[in-house]
Structures are given as structure tokens and as C-alpha cells.
């Protein structure tokens, strides 16, 4: 009994085998395509207050404020590869009727630079730490930027520090305030 059962098996795989092989030669492709635009490149920065916190809250005791102003974030969906720069600047920073502390003294530093690339290949993503601003504050200075080494969309986020130094002696009671602006370059 076993025997009658694998025959018509058997035969109908050989029977199937032989339909399916002329199928196979009169198959055609089908050319098929899709095209992507351009997004935008854009430059997310905090828009809150940040607070730097002083060494020592004393008048004449203190030698510098730090702190990080909050993640910036850098978005390329521009798909050229043609790489960007985040640029920052820096005014004085000033207390109501009291002393300045020069933008040119001010420091920046991007820290270490988180890239968000999905699938593509990353650029190469360089931080920046400035020891202090040019004598020009109208100059901006590069703070990160990333390489034309990338393929594709791509996207990096760091949370920077600044520090203000104080002089010596001229110290004013009171809160200090300062802009530190962000400029994205394609």
C-alpha cells in the first residue's frame, strides 16, 4: 500500500516541476523608481534661560561661572553631503549698574557630539572647545560642525558648557546676564 500512495505523489511533483519551468523563461522585469526632495536643515538651540553657577557666591571670592546652556540639536535632511557648521558668538556679560565681564573672556565647549543617522553613513562630527572668544565679539567662532563624509540624511546633539571667568577685583553684587547666539552655516 505504501507503494501506490509515494507513485502519484511522485509523479505529480515531476508533473508540477515540468509547468513551472516554462514559466520561468518568459518572465520580464519591471523597471521601477521613486524620487525624494530635499528637506531642510535646521538648527534647534535652548530658548530658556540658562543659570551658570559661581564658584563661590561672594563678592571678591569668586573666580568663575559655569554651567551648560541646555542640548542643541542639528537636523540634515538636506541628503547632499555637503556638511554644516553650528557658529557661536558671545556678548558681554553685564550686571545692572556694575562690571563687565568682556565677551572675548567668555569659553565655549561643545563636549562630546551625539550623531543621530539612522541607517546612512554619519559625517565625521567635530566638537570645538573655545578657551575664549576673539577681542571682536561680532566674530563668531565655529562650534561643531560635521564632514562631507556622510551619505545621506544625518543629525548630532551636544549640550555645551560655558564659562565666565571673573576678575580679581571689580566684582558687582548682583545677576550677571550674557547672549550666547548659534548660527547654523550650510
Not at 11 to 28: K, N, Q, R, T, V
Not at 41 to 58: E, F, G, K, N, R
Request: hydrophobic share 45%; charged share 5%.
Amino acid at each position: 500500500m505504501r507503494k501506490a500512495i509515494i507513485v502519484p505523489v511522485v509523479a505529480g511533483l515531476i508533473g508540477f516541476g515540468s509547468l513551472a519551468a516554462p514559466l520561468a523563461a518568459h518572465a520580464d522585469g519591471t523597471p521601477v523608481s521613486f524620487g525624494l526632495t530635499a528637506g531642510e536643515l535646521v538648527l534647534t538651540a535652548p530658548t530658556a534661560a540658562a543659570a551658570l553657577t559661581a564658584d563661590s557666591a561672594q563678592v571678591g571670592q569668586a573666580s568663575t561661572a559655569t554651567g551648560q546652556i541646555g542640548t542643541v540639536n542639528v537636523a540634515d535632511n538636506l541628503g547632499d553631503n555637503a556638511g554644516w557648521a553650528v557658529q557661536v558668538a558671545s556678548t558681554d556679560f553685564t550686571v545692572t549698574g556694575g562690571a563687565t565681564v568682556a565677551a572675548h573672556k567668555v569659553s565655549y565647549a561643545s563636549g562630546s557630539i551625539t550623531g543621530a543617522s539612522g541607517d546612512a553613513t554619519p559625517p565625521t562630527f567635530t566638537a570645538v572647545s573655545l578657551t575664549a572668544f576673539p577681542a571682536t565679539a561680532s566674530v563668531p567662532m565655529t562650534a561643531a560642525s560635521a564632514g562631507t563624509d556622510g551619505i545621506g540624511s544625518n543629525g548630532a546633539s551636544w549640550d555645551p558648557a560655558i564659562t565666565v571667568p571673573l576678575p580679581a577685583y571689580g566684582q558687582s553684587a548682583g545677576s550677571y546676564s550674557g547672549t550666547i547666539t548659534l548660527s547654523l552655516v550650510a
